[in-house]
């Protein structure tokens, strides 16, 4: 049956394609050494230049954004020496970092005399923002109180969450004790939910309810991993347990127990199935994937001689991985090593298509008219399976390539295809809401 578009998959990878490289594995916010009570004497840089780039470039608050009482009447050595040794709760030193950078102060000059990071700067004052904006649309103050230990890296997570989002999800944090990485999965289900409007099993989920948003994020990637498999089930598992509603436990267990296949599904939906992925590529992703797979891409126009010339192999090799193919070629595209194009071997091509009006499926209604790339097997050229999907040239005199389900191609006699197809991507948008807006904060 067709599976529910989908934005992340666990990457994979091929070694067909790019050999991975050892990396360094560094802790997201490595603990801070402790220091001493000592006192600081820092020197005030000046204001930097406006015509010189910063290579890092700080949250800096409102100029009304307010320093505690008891810190207001501090120098600049002062303030420098509480950030140092961290003397207070988190959240009350950290208003004291954009007070100095108003002062002149650079990050750097403030990591030099504090210790604390650029990066960490930003992370405390961002937090503490969330945290001010918590105490306003919340009225259980002990909520609040639960991250005053180590709470800035959890509330970070959801700064991008309108302010009821961000109540719900403050909730759901404490309840189920996540840690920053769970945090960040919570804030990303919570924001992708809306989107995914159409995908398979969404009307079951309750989008007020991070817990089901949660759930609904495991469902889908369970979706893309085969049936069965270990990572399927863990990732339902997850689902049924994040889930927060009795509709959306049922979904899910309706999907471990194998119930849910062809089950309330409408005659127009059964006509779009297929067991064919279908993508949508998030902007960064591939900077993000811990291993790329890099394929040759053919236009649709230029029909199968592009197809059957486009090299078949390219390997990575010395100290760089440098990717070198068997024959020279002009279009190439990054993917991250999903798993439908890791099991490619070689012979794996991408073709680009104008816009998605070209996959035989009746039922439209989640895709707009935009271009795709299709990903083929050219070492799995048999029209085998019925509800398969196969690259094929459209037209007995070789006309523009086109996609075909299996069994209209063995009604027309075709035994033979130029590649199964294994994966359709759909390009990454620009998401003009995830940007922060002045009224989350409020």
């Known amino acids: 049956m067709l599976s529910a578009t989908v934005n992340t998959l666990r990457p994979h990878f091929s070694s067909t394609f790019l050999s991975p490289h050892p990396t360094l594995t560094v802790p997201l916010h490595p603990p801070l050494p402790k220091r001493s009570p000592k006192p600081i004497s820092a020197t005030l840089t000046p204001p930097s230049n406006p015509q010189q780039q910063q290579l890092y470039q700080p949250f800096r608050p409102p100029p009304s954004t307010p320093i505690p009482s008891k810190f207001s009447s501090l120098d600049a050595d002062r303030r420098l020496e509480i950030l140092a040794n961290r003397l207070g709760l988190w959240y009350e030193y950290a208003p004291l970092i954009p007070s100095l950078l108003r002062e002149g102060f650079s990050p750097s000059s403030i990591e030099e005399s504090t210790g604390i990071s650029g990066v960490e700067q930003n992370r405390l004052v961002v937090a503490a923002q969330v945290r001010d904006s918590l105490l306003q649309s919340i009225t259980d103050p002990e909520l609040a109180s639960s991250f005053d230990t180590g709470g800035a890296e959890l509330l970070?997570?959801?700064?991008?969450?309108?302010?009821?989002?961000?109540?719900?999800?403050?909730?759901?944090?404490?309840?189920?004790?996540?840690?920053?990485?769970?945090?960040?999965d919570l804030a990303r289900a919570l924001?992708?939910?809306?989107?995914?409007?159409?995908?398979?099993?969404?009307?079951?989920?309750?989008?007020?309810?991070?817990?089901?948003?949660?759930?609904?994020?495991?469902?889908?990637?369970?979706?893309?991993?085969?049936?069965?498999?270990?990572?399927?089930?863990?990732?339902?598992?997850?689902?049924?347990?994040?889930?927060?509603t009795e509709k959306a436990r049922s979904r899910v267990l309706e999907e471990l127990e194998g119930t849910s296949e062809g089950?309330?599904?409408?005659?127009?939906?059964?006509?779009?199935?297929?067991?064919?992925?279908?993508?949508?590529?998030?902007?960064?992703?591939?900077?993000?994937?811990?291993?790329?797979?890099?394929?040759?891409?053919?236009?649709?126009?230029?029909?199968?001689?592009e197809v059957l010339a486009a090299p078949w192999k390219c390997r990575s090799e010395g100290e760089?991985?440098?990717?070198?193919?068997?024959?020279?070629?002009?279009?190439?595209?990054?993917?991250p090593a999903w798993e439908p194009v890791m099991e490619l071997g070689k012979g794996g091509v991408a073709v680009a298509?104008?816009?998605?009006?070209?996959?035989?499926?009746?039922?439209?209604?989640?895709?707009?008219?935009?271009?795709?790339?299709?990903?083929?097997?050219?070492?799995?050229?048999?029209?085998?399976?019925?509800?398969?999907?196969?690259?094929?040239?459209?037209?007995?005199?070789?006309?523009?390539?086109?996609?075909?389900?299996?069994?209209?191609?063995?009604?027309?006699?075709?035994?033979?295809?130029?590649?199964?197809?294994?994966?359709?991507?759909?390009?990454?948008?620009?998401?003009?809401?995830?940007?922060?807006?002045?009224?989350?904060?409020?």
């Open 353 to 442: 298509f104008r816009d998605a009006r070209v996959l035989p499926w009746k039922a439209n209604r989640w895709y707009k008219e935009e271009p795709i790339l299709v990903v083929a097997d050219r070492g799995r050229k048999e029209v085998a399976a019925d509800d398969g999907f196969y690259l094929v040239a459209g037209g007995g005199d070789g006309g523009d390539l086109k996609v075909e389900r299996g069994l209209a191609l063995k009604e027309m006699g075709v035994e033979d295809s130029l590649g199964t197809v294994v994966l359709v991507v759909r390009p990454p948008r620009e998401e003009t809401d995830d940007q922060l807006a002045d009224e989350d904060w409020e």
């Open 263 to 305: 089950k309330g599904e409408k005659e127009g939906d059964r006509d779009s199935a297929a067991r064919v992925l279908v993508v949508r590529l998030r902007l960064g992703e591939v900077a993000e994937a811990s291993s790329v797979v890099v394929l040759p891409v053919c236009r649709a126009e230029e029909r199968e001689q």
């Open 320 to 335: 760089f991985g440098v990717v070198v193919a068997e024959k020279g070629w002009e279009r190439w595209v990054v993917l």
């Open 156 to 184: 970070y997570e959801i700064r991008l969450l309108s302010a009821q989002q961000r109540a719900a999800a403050a909730r759901f944090i404490v309840e189920n004790r996540l840690d920053a990485k769970g945090a960040q």
């Open 191 to 244: 924001k992708d939910f809306p989107r995914r409007r159409g995908d398979k099993g969404w009307e079951r989920f309750d989008y007020t309810l991070p817990g089901d948003c949660l759930s609904f994020m495991y469902y889908r990637q369970s979706r893309e991993h085969k049936n069965p498999s270990e990572q399927r089930t863990a990732a339902l598992e997850q689902a049924l347990k994040a889930a927060e």
